[in-house]
Structure formats: structure tokens, C-alpha cells
């Protein structure tokens, strides 16, 4: 039986991030191909006194417990996940190179190890010196160790061939479902009207432009809202509190939202999807919006205009943005034509379907 070991992430069910998202969706899928699917959970110790294993719809779970639950946790947990996978039977699937120097005992252990590279982390503004030191290096270390590595976008594989062989890359999109009904009921609590505001979902920090978006969208009335996801502690931290001062009374802080059903509703109904991402590869998020036939309003960049395609609009800078709402916001046609191109370019490129066959092509290569 073939067997992949998944680490890397907080662990599954789906409750965290993309990359739990997209481990979920591979791990059920390898397994109903009949492959052994083991995923590392990370757990409290409050809660989860030792290592513990369960399973979840035909996956095998391994809780690791850990004190705490910032970044020093997550550290002590993927080492000692590295410690336990070592031990173990299988191809080892890990996702992000954020502690990359673990992944050195896999490779002294003879354990054959892909590494998913993600973006180009150590670029961020929210690090700091020492931590965007530490996402460097580890950048360095996944590319020498790994196997092989994965990109999300043909721009991380061109970043990554300056560290290795081309030859040692893949490109392998991220992916989403494709949403093409949704309940409108879940607006309801919202009270919101369909296609009359615009959606925003993005960690709330610098490099994503929100405060570019809101201060754009909170210009002048516009007679629609601006539903903002995302978790904004005002009280303490200074950037979250710039953005909340910027809006006016048509923006609409509802907080982070993760059940699936609702998530599809807001973006299903959404005029217009807004990403202010400027850095990193194929962004989950905007994945998600183009799958649910969304006309996007993107930052001009690299990233953003591969996975949008030509249709989708492009702005860099306050002034740009302004002009972009005050153009499309009274546009229906436009709009029209933008969601139709929306949905197009999903389905060519990010249906998890296609993604998860060539991530089980790729993985079949190098299982024992």
C-alpha cells in the first residue's frame, strides 16, 4: 500500500488555513485511491496529555501535544513531528519551509521527503529582521534537502531555480471548489443584499493593502458596503486600528468566518471580489473567489495577474484603487463580463480535481 505522511500543518479537519484546506482535500482523495494517508495534528497539552492517533473518514490522525499555541509551539511541534515521521513508513508530503532544518534529520534517516515551497515568506513585511533571517535560511535548507520541491506558481518556480536545477521543480497550482450555488439565507445575518457589496478576505496586514482598500472603497459614498473577513484586534495593534479609523459607515467588519457553506455564500453574492495581496504565489483566497465566478479588483503584480488572467482588474497604489471602485462599482456589463472570465480561468487551471490527480501522478513517482 502506498503511504504518505503529511506534515507541516496544524492538522485536519480543515480549521486554520490553505494549506489545511488543501491537505484535507488530498488526504481524502489518496484515500479513496487506496493509498495510507497519515496526517500530524498538533494539539494542547492541557487537552492532550501524549501522543494519541485516531482516524477521520479513512485518514490516520497523529495528535502531537504542545504547550502553548503561538509560533514557539508550532516550532516545537514540527520537530518533533520530524522526530516521529522518521521513524515511520512512507513518502513524506511536507507543506511550507518554515522549519526546513528539521526536515535535515528526514533526509540523514534515508526518508524521502516533498517539499510544497509556498511563497517566498521571508519577503513579508510582518517579519522582523530576525525572523525574515530565520524564514531565509530555511528557504535555503528545504531547497538542499527536499527531494523534490513544489511550486504553487510559475514565479516561485522561477525564485526557486536560482537556489536548484529546474528539473528538481514542479508547478503544481493550489486549488478550490467550485462554487456554483449557494444558500442565500446565510446573508440574512449579515443583513446583506445580494449583489450589493463588495468582499474582502485577508489576514489584516500591511503587504495585503487593506488599508489602501478601505481608505479607496471609504473615499466618498457609495451606496453599497465593503464586508471585511478577517480577525482586527484594534486595541493592540496599531495597524488594525488605522484601518477601522479609515472606514466609514458603509464598511462592514463581520471578523473571521471558516464555515464553508457561508464563506461560499459571501462570495457567491459579492458585486465584487477585492485582493490586495502583493506578495506571495497562488493565493487561496483569490482561488476561491474565481471559483465562485467573481469579477476580482487585484494589486498589479506578478502573483496576482497569472492566477486572475487578463480580464480581472489591476491597481497599485490609493489613487489607482479609488479610480478602479468609482469605475466598476456602476458597471453591470463589465462586471458581467469579468465574472464569466472569472470562471473560465478557474476551471482551466484550479480545480481541485485536476490539481489533486497531478499531485498524485507526482507523489506516485517518488512513494516506495
Known sequence: MKTLLITGIRGIPAAHGGFETFAEALALYLVNLGWQVV?????????????????????????????????????????????DAAKREGLVLTLGYNTAVFNVWLRLQGKKNIINMDGIEWKRDKWCWYEKAWLYLNERVGCLVGNHLIADHPEIANHLSTRVSKTKISVIPYGARDVVVADISLLEPFQLEAK??????????PENSILE????????????????????????????ASVQAAASSEVYFIGPIYDHATLD??????????????????????????????????????????VAGDEAEYFDGLAACTLAFDALLSDDHRLSIMSKASYERFKSEFLWKNVLQQYELLLSEWVS
Request: glycine fraction near 8%; charged fraction near 15%; include cysteine.
Open 213 to 240: 482598500i478601505v481608505s479607496s472603497f471609504s473615499s466618498c459614498y457609495r451606496g453599497i458596503k465593503l464586508v471585511v473577513l478577517g480577525s482586527y484586534d484594534v486595541a493592540n495593534n496599531p495597524y488594525h
Open 196 to 205: 450589493r457589496y463588495v468582499i474582502l478576505i485577508a489576514r489584516p496586514e
Open 39 to 83: 496526517v500530524y495534528c498538533q494539539e494542547s497539552l492541557s487537552v492532550c496529555p501524549h501522543n494519541s492517533e485516531s482516524f477521520w473518514q479513512g485518514v490516520k490522525l497523529i495528535h502531537i501535544p504542545v504547550k502553548g499555541n503561538g509560533a514557539k509551539a508550532t516550532v516545537m511541534f514540527d520537530y518533533l513531528v520530524a522526530k
Open 265 to 306: 455564500a459571501l462570495r457567491f453574492y459579492a458585486m465584487l471580489y477585492v485582493h490586495g495581496h502583493t506578495v506571495g504565489g497562488t493565493n487561496p483566497s483569490l482561488i476561491e473567489a474565481l471559483g465562485a465566478s467573481q469579477p476580482v479588483l487585484a494589486h498589479d503584480n506578478k502573483y496576482n495577474r497569472w
